[in-house]
C-alpha cells in the first residue's frame, strides 16, 4: 500500500507518530537492559557471598616469611625490587604487603621471601 501524504499537517503527524513509536521501542529496549543488568547483578552478588568449598580463604591475613636465612639491614633509602607470583590478590594489597614487611623487618625487597600469603579468622 502506498499513501499519499500530500499535506503539510499529515506529514507533520506521521512524523511525530513514527517519533514516538520509534521513542517507545527504545525506551523499551532500555528498560529491558536495566532489568537484565540487575537480575545479573543480583546473581553475581549470591554468586560472591556464597561460601566458598575447601579453598582456605577466610578474613584477615597470616604471612609466613622465610626465617631460614639471615638478612643484613636494608638501606631505607634508594629503590630495591623484588618478584612476587600471587594468586587471587590484587597488586596493590601485595606491594603494600610486602613494603611494609619489607620495612619492618628491614629485609630488602629482593631478599624478602614471602612463602604464602593467606586471609585467616581473627
Request: glycine share 6%.
Amino acid at each position: 500500500m502506498h499513501y499519499n501524504y500530500s499535506t503539510l499537517g499529515e506529514r507533520l503527524i506521521l512524523g511525530f507518530e513514527v517519533t514516538i513509536i520509534g521513542m517507545l521501542i527504545v525506551f523499551a529496549v532500555l528498560a529491558l537492559l536495566s532489568l537484565i543488568i540487575s537480575l545479573l547483578s543480583k546473581v553475581l552478588q549470591r554468586i560472591a557471598k556464597a561460601p566458598q568449598k575447601e579453598s582456605g580463604i577466610d578474613e584477615g591475613l597470616n604471612l609466613t616469611i622465610d626465617e631460614t636465612k639471615e638478612y643484613k639491614p636494608v638501606d631505607k633509602t634508594g629503590f630495591v625490587s623484588g618478584e612476587a607470583l600471587v594468586i587471587d590478590a590484587d597488586d596493590e594489597e601485595v606491594a603494600a604487603i610486602l613494603a611494609a614487611v619489607s620495612f619492618d623487618t628491614s629485609i630488602p625487597l629482593s631478599e624478602l621471601k614471602i612463602k604464602s600469603i593467606k586471609p585467616v579468622n581473627r
